[in-house]
């Protein structure tokens, strides 16, 4: 089994930083592509980022490309995703989610890992 914590989440102004984290465990030679995905009340989940097993290849969602930055330590088995220039929309339960393939992509439904999430809010 796998599982997935999460960590770093909390309150933070507009423009600001803040970073979340997520430790994987168990078995954690099974993770490939690790992802956050976020899900703001009343909203639909949506992908974030995304980050092969070597850490080669990244990917993010449009709204958020430039100011968050997905990375991975493969030797402690986590996973960082600082958010810079955080906005109010940007509000929402912040998840890690593992894969068990190769270029899993942005849809949830690949990611059969999961944490239990980090509120994020951003303030005005």
């Known amino acids: 089994q796998v599982q997935l914590v999460e960590s770093g989440g909390g309150l933070v102004q507009a423009g600001g930083t803040l970073s979340v984290s997520c430790v994987a465990s168990?078995?954690?030679?099974?993770?490939?592509?690790m992802a956050w995905f976020r899900q703001a009340p009343g909203k639909e989940r949506e992908f974030v980022a995304s980050?092969?097993?070597?850490?080669?290849?990244?990917s993010y969602a449009d709204t958020v490309q430039c100011r968050f930055t997905i990375s991975r330590d493969y030797a402690k088995n986590t996973v960082y995703l600082p958010m810079n220039s955080p906005k109010t929309e940007n509000t929402a339960v912040y998840s890690c989610?593992?894969?068990?393939?190769?270029?899993?992509?942005?849809?949830?439904?690949?990611?059969?890992?999961w944490g239990q999430g980090t509120q994020v809010t951003v303030s005005s």
């Open positions: 980050i092969t097993r070597s850490g080669g290849r990244t």
């Open positions: 168990g078995r954690t030679d099974s993770i490939y592509d």
């Open positions: 989610a593992g894969s068990s393939t190769y270029y899993s992509g942005t849809y949830y439904g690949h990611f059969p890992y």
